[in-house]
């Protein structure tokens, strides 16, 4: 069975400094894999995906993950952090286009001035 | 092009009482699916819909239950409201259930008391 598991449920960081949220996944096969960002009272809105064609996904607003299969892992990164980055972060799952999502808890990202 | 739409923002109801959600699909796309997020938890997949049938269900009991409309619009039931049944619902619409192309709507707040 897919699971996702994001470790730490809320991380802090400063201003300029580097954001890393942690996402591993459980799967018998390739997956599909995302990271979805919300912001207060709002939907979800996509931030990157893997598509298998590279291991180095880029995103919007400066995000990138990189899809470790050795570690089944596809760790979220930002070099330099911005007060507008404050919101929870998701990441999910699935074996086929078709199918569900599989959400992990999401990590709350708050950011100080 | 619209983006995915759902009706009404936030809902109060009481413990046994029946709810339906409303939900415009993205123009050109046919899929849409339902997702139920408690609080301080990730979305977790209700049902899927396409060309008017269900596609798919997550472990959700049958008092869940869906329509899709001619024109790919959505409605999601629910009945015997429990106070568990409390949270934000998302919509999201796809094409052909390309789950790459999902698109979420801003959600409905569901409050049972």
């Known amino acids: 069975a897919q699971s996702v598991t994001q470790l730490g449920s809320h991380v802090s960081v400063s201003e300029g400094a580097l954001v890393l949220l942690r996402c591993n996944y459980s799967?018998?096969?390739?997956?599909?894999l995302f990271w979805y960002v919300q912001y207060p009272n709002q939907g979800l809105q996509l931030l990157l995906k893997y598509t298998s064609a590279a291991t180095l996904v880029k995103g919007i607003n400066g995000f990138e993950a990189e899809f470790k299969k050795s570690e089944t892992s596809f760790h979220l990164t930002k070099p330099s952090a911005h007060m507008s980055d404050a919101a929870e972060y998701f990441c999910?799952?699935?074996?086929?286009?078709?199918?569900?999502?599989?959400f992990g808890q999401g990590t709350e990202l708050s950011v100080k001035p | 092009e619209t983006g995915v739409t759902q009706s009404p923002t936030h809902l109060i109801k009481t413990r046994g009482q029946q709810v339906t959600l409303r939900c415009s699909s993205q123009?050109?796309?046919?899929?849409v699916s339902w997702y139920q997020q408690a609080l301080g938890q990730g979305p977790q997949f209700i049902f899927q819909?396409?060309?008017?049938?269900?596609?798919g269900r997550g472990n959700f009991p049958p008092r869940f239950s869906g329509l899709q409309f001619p024109n790919y619009s959505s409605e999601l039931n629910v009945n015997a409201l429990e106070l568990d049944d409390s949270a934000l619902y998302l919509c999201?619409?796809?094409?052909?259930?390309?789950?790459?192309?999902?698109?979420f709507g801003s959600g409905t707040r569901l409050t049972v008391v």
């Open positions: 799967s018998s096969v390739p997956p599909y």
């Open positions: 123009s050109g796309h046919n899929t």
């Open positions: 819909y396409y060309r008017e049938e269900e596609n």
């Open positions: 999201a619409s796809s094409l052909a259930g390309d789950v790459y192309g999902y698109t």
């Open positions: 999910a799952v699935t074996l086929n286009q078709g199918g569900k999502l599989i």
